[in-house]
């Protein structure tokens, strides 16, 4: 279960028998929701909500209750990805709303993004009036049915009288369980209805909350902590495979807990990063196609692969055989029962929340005295990642993404968000900074959507609005929603904006360079005429600068960081620079190339892969 995010409901609600309008409910239920901002763009088929917004927040001016502040994007995407946000940095709900039509659609990649990546938002749009759904009305759009197939559960409110339930409902239904995005899709008529006003109620969606019921209720057994133990107990190298799972779940405390309760090392995914602190003893850092080499030797000479709260992505196990190929035992906890057994068998395995999982295994491990010396692996783990640590050209006369980004960390020390678009510059930034504790680390890890950067970073920064908020972003990435810049200032949001320019799509030259023979199809910008710099300021941005020269990268950080508002700087990288490790698509961890840094422990050839494994 993702979060308690929820007020605890008032027994008799101060409200209960008012008569007042739809739009009035909707907004009463999201303030007893714990909604603390909305992320939105009006229109026609929204305009009754958006004015009871505006009465809401007039009413708290006047009697001094905290108003709940409206955010404007500049485009719908952009309130989707704040609304993501916001969630991911928090753990509490994000909220969108929009109007019907193209802002509903302009939501689509939000919401399936939010899917793929566990997260709970709740998005709200405006349908046409009941009587008009299905004649092709202007700006009616099939939201049902187009987020029917990207979100975790889609409303349609025909029936006013089941609206409060239902706008209730969808919350529980985002935070729950797997979290992940609700879509409430609300005609007009239904808003501008006027009815009373219940102050409780959910939705009878028995099934789900039957499942939910049995989640909560899945206690990992003595049975099942002794047969774990005996697995832990003939192994000599164990390791943790952590995902996103247990940042979604809540789960970190619990992973630290267990983790040095018996000495287990661990490496984490993508979206597992931040689920053990990174400057952790015990921390392997990131595996997969772009993790770093040590994590993926360790998971190669890994006999035992405790996967908490991730799946066995493509990215982590392009080819399941071969993954983990020495590991003689698998276990896998998981929230969501599809996927255990779905890319690799596993031996053990347990479905229920990660975090009550964990701390039963940990309670049991040492009530029992579970004593393993792991130092021999552990030996050997810190003399892997000695051997293959990062690297890059640091004798470079250019100006490397990994220094920049090393020089970032250096002043973030493991405590900012740092939110990032999609490509090479998300790998660099995966790879080389440190996160003390989840939901630090927000990136667009599943469907790997660029444009996130920006909005996500506004998101976080409304959530958290005294941490440093870092948006280390691509030069093609930015363009998606560069219309963001403005919304920073406009909030006067102090988000660090950090543009690594590399011309043009960089992940995307990296792989023509690597498999079509160096074919630049349509990944080069170096012609572009965008003054990235000029954007900015154009936007607002007080602090807006060009870092060109090795020399000045320390210092200019620390000037760009230390702004106390909104800050913009465009860092012209080496164009050439490539993401390093990589294992290819469809290649094992034992094709893995390093690179000319990183020191490589198999002799590699690149294999082009076949035309089955292009993706
Ligand atoms: C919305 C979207 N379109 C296309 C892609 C495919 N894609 C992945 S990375 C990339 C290039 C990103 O360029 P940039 O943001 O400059 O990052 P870099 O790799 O140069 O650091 C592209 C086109 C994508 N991930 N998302
Ligand atoms: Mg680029």
């Given at each position: 279960m993702s979060d308690s995010g929820a007020k605890p409901r008032p027994v008799g609600h101060p409200l209960a028998g008012e008569k007042m309008s739809g739009a009035r409910m909707i907004m009463q239920v999201l303030a007893d929701e714990g909604v603390t901002a909305i992320f939105g763009y009006s229109g026609g088929a929204i305009l009754p909500t958006y004015d009871a917004v505006f009465l809401y927040n007039e009413e708290c001016a006047r009697t001094g209750r905290p108003q709940i502040p409206l955010i404007v994007p500049a485009n719908e995407q952009g309130a989707g990805f704040m609304a993501a946000g916001y969630a991911r940095a928090s753990g509490r709900v994000g909220l969108c709303l929009v109007t019907s039509g193209p802002g509903a659609t302009n939501t689509v990649t939000p919401v399936r993004d939010c899917m793929a990546d566990s997260i709970p938002i709740v998005v709200i749009s405006g349908q046409v009036p009941t009587p008009a759904?299905?004649?092709?009305?202007?700006?009616?759009?099939?939201v049902p049915s187009i987020m029917g197939s990207v979100a975790k559960h889609i409303f349609l409110v025909t029936d006013p009288a089941k609206l409060e339930a239902t706008v209730r409902t969808a919350f529980e239904i985002a935070r729950t369980g797997r979290p992940g995005p609700v879509v409430v899709d609300i005609p007009k008529d239904v808003q501008n209805w006027e009815g009373v006003f219940l102050g409780e109620g959910l939705l009878p969606i028995l099934g789900y909350r039957r499942r939910m019921r049995e989640l909560a209720e899945a206690s990992l057994d003595a049975a099942a902590a002794e047969r774990f133990f005996a697995m832990l107990g003939e192994s000599r190298r164990p390791l943790i495979y952590a995902g996103g799972g247990v940042i979604n779940g809540n789960a970190a405390g619990a992973l630290a807990e267990f983790t040095t309760a018996f000495n287990v090392p661990v490496v984490t995914t993508l979206m597992g990063i931040g689920a053990l602190d990174?400057?952790?003893?015990l921390a392997m850092r990131m595996l997969g196609m772009h993790g770093a080499a040590f994590a993926n030797y360790a998971v190669d000479d890994c006999d035992f692969l405790i996967a908490v709260g991730?799946?066995?992505d493509d990215r982590v196990a392009g080819v399941p055989a071969k993954f983990?190929?020495?590991?003689?035992r698998i276990a896998h906890l998981d929230?969501?029962?599809?996927?255990?057994?779905?890319?690799k068998r596993v031996h053990w395995s347990h479905v229920g929340l990660v975090g009550e999982a964990l701390r039963s295994l940990t309670a049991y491990g040492l009530k029992t005295q579970v004593r393993r010396d792991f130092s021999p692996w552990l030996a050997e783990l810190a003399e892997l990642k000695r051997v293959h640590a990062m690297n890059y050209?640091?004798?470079?006369s250019l100006i490397q993404p990994g220094y920049v980004i090393e020089e970032l960390n250096r002043h973030a020390r493991g405590a900012a968000i740092i939110t990032t678009g999609v490509g090479q510059h998300q790998m660099w930034a995966a790879q080389y900074c440190d996160f003390?504790?989840?939901?630090?680390w927000l990136t667009s890890g599943?469907?790997?959507?660029?444009?996130?950067?920006l909005p996500a970073a506004i998101g976080a920064q409304i959530a958290c609005p005294d941490r440093l908020v870092i948006d280390i972003d691509g030069d093609s990435s930015i363009?998606?929603?560069?219309?963001?810049l403005e919304t920073a200032t406009t909030y006067d949001l102090p988000v660090k904006v950090v543009v690594l320019n590399n011309f043009g799509d960089g992940m995307v030259k990296q792989w023509q360079k690597l498999f079509f023979k160096g074919r630049l199809s349509a990944s080069?910008?170096?012609?572009?005429?965008?003054d990235f710099v000029k954007a900015a300021q154009a936007d607002g941005f007080r602090y807006a600068a060009r870092l060109e020269r090795k020399e000045d990268v320390s210092r200019v950080i620390g000037e760009f960081l230390a702004f106390a508002g909104p800050a913009f700087l465009e860092v012209m990288i080496d164009p050439d620079a490539g993401v390093y490790p990589m294992v290819g698509p469809g290649q094992t961890y034992e094709d893995m190339i390093t690179g000319d840094f990183i020191a490589s422990r198999h002799k590699v050839n690149i294999k082009p892969p076949g035309p089955s494994e292009m993706f």
């Amino acid at each position: 279960m993702s979060d308690s995010g929820a007020k605890p409901r008032p027994v008799g609600h101060p409200l209960a028998g008012e008569k007042m309008s739809g739009a009035r409910m909707i907004m009463q239920v999201l303030a007893d929701e714990g909604v603390t901002a909305i992320f939105g763009y009006s229109g026609g088929a929204i305009l009754p909500t958006y004015d009871a917004v505006f009465l809401y927040n007039e009413e708290c001016a006047r009697t001094g209750r905290p108003q709940i502040p409206l955010i404007v994007p500049a485009n719908e995407q952009g309130a989707g990805f704040m609304a993501a946000g916001y969630a991911r940095a928090s753990g509490r709900v994000g909220l969108c709303l929009v109007t019907s039509g193209p802002g509903a659609t302009n939501t689509v990649t939000p919401v399936r993004d939010c899917m793929a990546d566990s997260i709970p938002i709740v998005v709200i749009s405006g349908q046409v009036p009941t009587p008009a759904i299905g004649t092709d009305a202007f700006q009616e759009a099939p939201v049902p049915s187009i987020m029917g197939s990207v979100a975790k559960h889609i409303f349609l409110v025909t029936d006013p009288a089941k609206l409060e339930a239902t706008v209730r409902t969808a919350f529980e239904i985002a935070r729950t369980g797997r979290p992940g995005p609700v879509v409430v899709d609300i005609p007009k008529d239904v808003q501008n209805w006027e009815g009373v006003f219940l102050g409780e109620g959910l939705l009878p969606i028995l099934g789900y909350r039957r499942r939910m019921r049995e989640l909560a209720e899945a206690s990992l057994d003595a049975a099942a902590a002794e047969r774990f133990f005996a697995m832990l107990g003939e192994s000599r190298r164990p390791l943790i495979y952590a995902g996103g799972g247990v940042i979604n779940g809540n789960a970190a405390g619990a992973l630290a807990e267990f983790t040095t309760a018996f000495n287990v090392p661990v490496v984490t995914t993508l979206m597992g990063i931040g689920a053990l602190d990174t400057t952790h003893p015990l921390a392997m850092r990131m595996l997969g196609m772009h993790g770093a080499a040590f994590a993926n030797y360790a998971v190669d000479d890994c006999d035992f692969l405790i996967a908490v709260g991730s799946r066995f992505d493509d990215r982590v196990a392009g080819v399941p055989a071969k993954f983990a190929r020495n590991a003689r035992r698998i276990a896998h906890l998981d929230v969501d029962r599809a996927e255990v057994n779905k890319v690799k068998r596993v031996h053990w395995s347990h479905v229920g929340l990660v975090g009550e999982a964990l701390r039963s295994l940990t309670a049991y491990g040492l009530k029992t005295q579970v004593r393993r010396d792991f130092s021999p692996w552990l030996a050997e783990l810190a003399e892997l990642k000695r051997v293959h640590a990062m690297n890059y050209d640091r004798a470079s006369s250019l100006i490397q993404p990994g220094y920049v980004i090393e020089e970032l960390n250096r002043h973030a020390r493991g405590a900012a968000i740092i939110t990032t678009g999609v490509g090479q510059h998300q790998m660099w930034a995966a790879q080389y900074c440190d996160f003390t504790r989840p939901r630090l680390w927000l990136t667009s890890g599943s469907m790997g959507t660029m444009g996130f950067g920006l909005p996500a970073a506004i998101g976080a920064q409304i959530a958290c609005p005294d941490r440093l908020v870092i948006d280390i972003d691509g030069d093609s990435s930015i363009r998606m929603n560069i219309g963001e810049l403005e919304t920073a200032t406009t909030y006067d949001l102090p988000v660090k904006v950090v543009v690594l320019n590399n011309f043009g799509d960089g992940m995307v030259k990296q792989w023509q360079k690597l498999f079509f023979k160096g074919r630049l199809s349509a990944s080069d910008r170096s012609l572009h005429k965008k003054d990235f710099v000029k954007a900015a300021q154009a936007d607002g941005f007080r602090y807006a600068a060009r870092l060109e020269r090795k020399e000045d990268v320390s210092r200019v950080i620390g000037e760009f960081l230390a702004f106390a508002g909104p800050a913009f700087l465009e860092v012209m990288i080496d164009p050439d620079a490539g993401v390093y490790p990589m294992v290819g698509p469809g290649q094992t961890y034992e094709d893995m190339i390093t690179g000319d840094f990183i020191a490589s422990r198999h002799k590699v050839n690149i294999k082009p892969p076949g035309p089955s494994e292009m993706f």
